[in-house]
């Protein structure tokens, strides 16, 4: 079925005289009409994953474990906003590879760079960027990750890794060394720390924790898990840590409407982490607080800047650093290149890491991280200059066509459908949440079952939309996500809500 | 200075007739001369790092720590064994990127594939390989890694990931989960434990433990990390788990000649083994035991196929799980594709992890290491199609070249030259290590000092080697790695010996 022609009430909700003239500019750049995309998506099959992609997945779990797979794709024949998966099936991914793709599939101006003698070269030469760098890798840097307009204001330095968890796990250990180092006063190790680290006893190897939210997410390997509280399937027969974790604040949506309360709610939860950070003290002294600025895996919750400053505060009255782990946030989608640009802290994170949306992976983060000698935070690859250029070209798309400002204006369109069908639909879409926050945005359903129904439905009539936490849909579009594919949505989730009510 | 017209005793050691005979069917194959690299090292700075190197790594060090930086490299002008620095100074290479190259710097057989649209889409478009993976990921994978010639015996299953620590802590993963899997005896999960596992608490996150052997390495992040015993300066101020290790054999070296008293120490270290298992049964049961075929940054520490068919029996006695962490000796360089294929178990390993010399990194495992569920062992790229294409090539060319077989030579004749100089510089040259190890080998200085002199010596002359544990030298020569290289190897070595004596 095809659903480029036809028409709704929720698309027309999209044809104001401003969203027209908006549309014409972005047309002009190229989005809306992203160059050779499909026009909508278009499934043939009566089933998702139709026969062929049932064949690939069974063919794979035969060498892997490939249950969680929804279909298969034949990448060379997806396009901009849209995949074709082995049926030939077209759908318009609002989900992005769990959040990962920014400037659309098959990007020409990115495919080019990837056939150059630089990019070719990056990729079968790969250093070990700590031992032997590249002359030329504070020249890439500085022309991507650690552009001016990119780099997070306050932190000139720049950690290189290979994925979220890594990311996040490098920037824990550069937490600890340093919490230790301040300890301490001194870059000195005597004879019973170094000997006991070996151990894995303290004094060298202490004990220290890190501080994390419930049902928040920040990877799945030692460290990085025993950060995450999202769900039990996460976490389930690993050892972890024994660190705290406290409650995220339980607002009501949408946030402007409940700010008195949500303020409230937010302070008691600032005072919860004074106080763990107080109790822990003396169990396991908390070195760090990780957070994300939405926390995306457990079900899109958010807080208002108001709860960050705070946090901030929090964090540097009781001397413990506080890490933002902009891993699925970071990159455009939440309307600034990053989402805690937004909570205009008067003192920088001590480090925000990224991955997903960047290609590359790391964290940025103050000199007072940088470890107290070589080889303290070290690996073989120490990240993948095939990666940072890839990254260079990303950010240099996204500027060249102003792929931040059009996902926050495609935003505010987004959130005014969403509200229209919440009030037509208030048990099925409800919640809304990120109006502010550009395409990055979620409501719930009532319960969990009717929310798979709801991304099932989707799916069926060629949208893929994504779950998150308990009863979530969570929107996780392009950057290049234009007007067309917002109407293709609205109509797709208004023919899928009637057909659910 | 140039090394390549000059002569000297060691280098003539490797003039035997079979020597030369076999060197002209290597250079028939394109190697011993690989085609378009230097002749020699060529170094023109009367230090190393040069000044150019030294301001390129100064700069660097204004955005991150690379402190433990020795050169900086100009990648586009590498080529075969050799490496150019920012100073133009030519080396020659034996110990590629932390043993990571394999088949040659600018290979152009690769870097050809590099340019093709099947590397460029899969580079520029990366799926989440659990949720959507590619029509053709089965076809890539049993073409490369898991191809037959490839594949340990034994292991059908495959975990790809990102990097070594992330290969092994996912298989730690894997075993934690098998193990309790087993131990309940059904895969489901009470209230109780569903709920515990998010407050990092037993029963959900049970309290196990991996068991590993003193001075191993196996990564840096968190569950890495407390495996990695090799130095303190890689642990110091990391909270680790509580985790048993036990001593590695303390061998003596040739291994030849000491047959029986080591065979004793062995028996010594796997009774430790089985007395530790069972110590830890009450404190926190050993999941799984993780072992390097030769320990490669804790000081080319060896054991015997004995010692390991031994490991095998008690670990399957003891039903706990075993682990060989193959990142820095598989794919080639101990003279064949897997170190741990000369031991000749009865029973395969449960897990073999790889990185590094593959450039795409995972674990190969047994059926009974899949989780129980989806979504338990999980992540968002789960690996990565190009780096997999990658291996593929590298696997193709590797094959066409018979460059285990080559390397298994070359290990030969690499031998002869270090026991005559061992001979002749006993005390600068000793423990010999790695004489059926192909070109993975190593051999001690009196003291760490005397090492470090020996590596700067050779780095002078233009021969980059590198240190392990505490007072090793430890060569990871490249797969292509020829007769010529070797005669220079020689010279250099010679020359260094002789300044030092």
Not at 305 to 319: A, N, S
Not at 322 to 333: K, N
């Amino acid at each position: 079925m095809t659903f480029a022609s036809s028409s709704s009430a929720a698309a027309s909700l999209t044809r104001t005289a401003a969203s027209r003239a908006q549309a014409t500019v972005l047309r002009r750049r190229g989005f809306g009409t992203y160059p050779g995309q499909p026009s909508g998506p278009n499934v043939l099959t009566s089933s998702v994953p139709g026969p062929k992609s049932k064949a690939v997945l069974d063919d794979l779990n035969q060498v892997g474990d490939f249950r969680t797979a929804i279909v298969a794709l034949q990448y060379p024949k997806c396009k901009g906003n849209y995949v074709v998966d082995a049926d030939d099936n077209t759908h318009l991914d609002m989900f992005g590879q769990i959040a990962s793709i920014s400037v659309g599939y098959r990007n020409e101006e990115l495919e080019k760079v990837a056939r150059t003698e630089e990019f070719a070269m990056a990729a079968m030469n790969r250093p070990a960027l700590g031992v032997f760098p590249p002359v030329d890798w504070r020249a890439t840097l500085d022309a991507g990750l650690r552009k001016d307009s990119v780099r997070p204001r306050g932190l000139s330095q720049i950690f290189t890794a290979n994925c979220g968890s890594t990311a996040n796990e490098s920037a824990y250990k550069a937490c600890f060394m340093a919490y230790m180092h301040r300890k301490r006063g001194h870059s000195d190790f005597d004879q019973k720390t170094m000997a006991s680290s070996m151990d894995n006893a303290a004094p060298g190897a202490p004990t220290l924790s890190m501080l994390s939210f419930k049902t928040g997410f920040h990877g799945r390997l030692f460290g990085s898990l025993s950060t995450t509280r999202s769900k039990p399937i996460h976490k389930l027969d690993i050892p972890a840590f024994d660190w705290p974790a406290v409650d995220w604040p339980a607002l009501k949506y949408p946030l402007e409407e409940h700010e008195a309360e949500n303020r409230k709610e937010e302070e008691r939860v600032i005072a919860l982490v004074e106080e763990t950070i107080e109790q822990w003290e003396t169990k396991a002294p908390v070195a760090a607080v990780v957070v994300e600025p939405i926390q995306s895996e457990g079900g899109d919750n958010h807080a208002s800047p108001h709860f960050f400053r705070r946090l901030r505060e929090v964090t540097i009255q009781k001397g413990v650093y506080m890490i933002v782990d902009e891993v699925q946030t970071g990159v455009g989608a939440t309307g600034t290149f990053w989402a805690h640009e937004k909570w205009d802290l008067p003192t920088p994170p001590d480090a925000v890491s990224f991955s997903k949306k960047m290609q590359a992976a790391g964290y940025y983060h103050t000199e007072e991280l940088r470890p107290s000698a070589g080889y303290r935070n070290f690996n073989t690859w120490m990240g993948d200059p095939a990666r940072a250029i890839q990254a260079r070209e990303i950010i240099r798309y996204i500027e060249a066509h102003s792929l931040v400002s059009h996902t926050a204006s495609m935003g505010t369109q987004l959130h005014s459908i969403l509200a229209s069908l919440s009030s037509r639909y208030p048990t099925l879409v409800q919640n809304l949440r990120g109006k502010t926050e550009g395409t990055f945005q979620a409501f719930d359903c009532e319960t969990g079952k009717e929310r798979d129904a709801l991304v099932a439905g989707m799916r069926k009539r060629g949208v893929l939309v994504g779950g998150s936490g308990e009863r979530a849909v969570r929107l996780r579009p392009l950057l290049i996500f234009g007007e067309k594919e917002l109407e293709i949505f609205a109509e797709t989730l208004e023919a899928t809500l009637k057909e659910m009510a």
